[in-house]
Nanobody
Framework: QVQLVESGGGLVQAGGSLRLSCAAS????????MAWYRQAPGKQRELVAS???????NYADSVKGRFTISSYNVQNTTYLQMNSLKFEDTAVYYC????????????????WGQGTQVTVSS
């Protein structure tokens, strides 16, 4: 079993900052990538930012220059630093990990956290 535990969400005024954290634990041999997704009411879940084991990052155009995802090399924990928050950043943010349970696994497994609410007041 694998657990992804997120924290750091909350209510913030527009222009403010929040830092989300996601800690992966359990039966993990290696993590190939971690990512943050978000889902606003009535909208589809969308990718916000991702980072691979080699440190390659990818960001949604809407958050480039404002959000930063950190590597997860320390205790399988990644962070999403969110600056200059806008009302439209309001959503439930989900952590995602693509990983192997064992060295011998030939496929990757996809895990999700429970989500953390981020609300930006205008």
């Amino acid at each position: 079993q694998v657990q992804l535990v997120e924290s750091g969400g909350g209510l913030v005024q527009a222009g403010g900052s929040l830092r989300l954290s996601c800690a992966a634990s359990g039966s993990i041999f290696a993590i190939n990538a971690m990512a943050w997704y978000r889902q606003a009411p009535g909208k589809q879940r969308e990718l916000v930012a991702s980072i691979t084991s080699s440190g390659m990052t990818n960001y949604a155009d809407s958050v480039k220059g404002r959000f930063t995802i950190s590597s997860y090399n320390v205790q399988n924990t990644t962070y999403l630093q969110m600056n200059s928050l806008k009302f439209e950043d309001t959503a439930v943010y989900y952590c995602n990990a693509v990983l192997k349970y064992r060295r011998s696994d030939t496929t990757m497994f996809n895990w999700w956290g429970q989500g953390t609410q981020v609300t930006v007041s205008s």
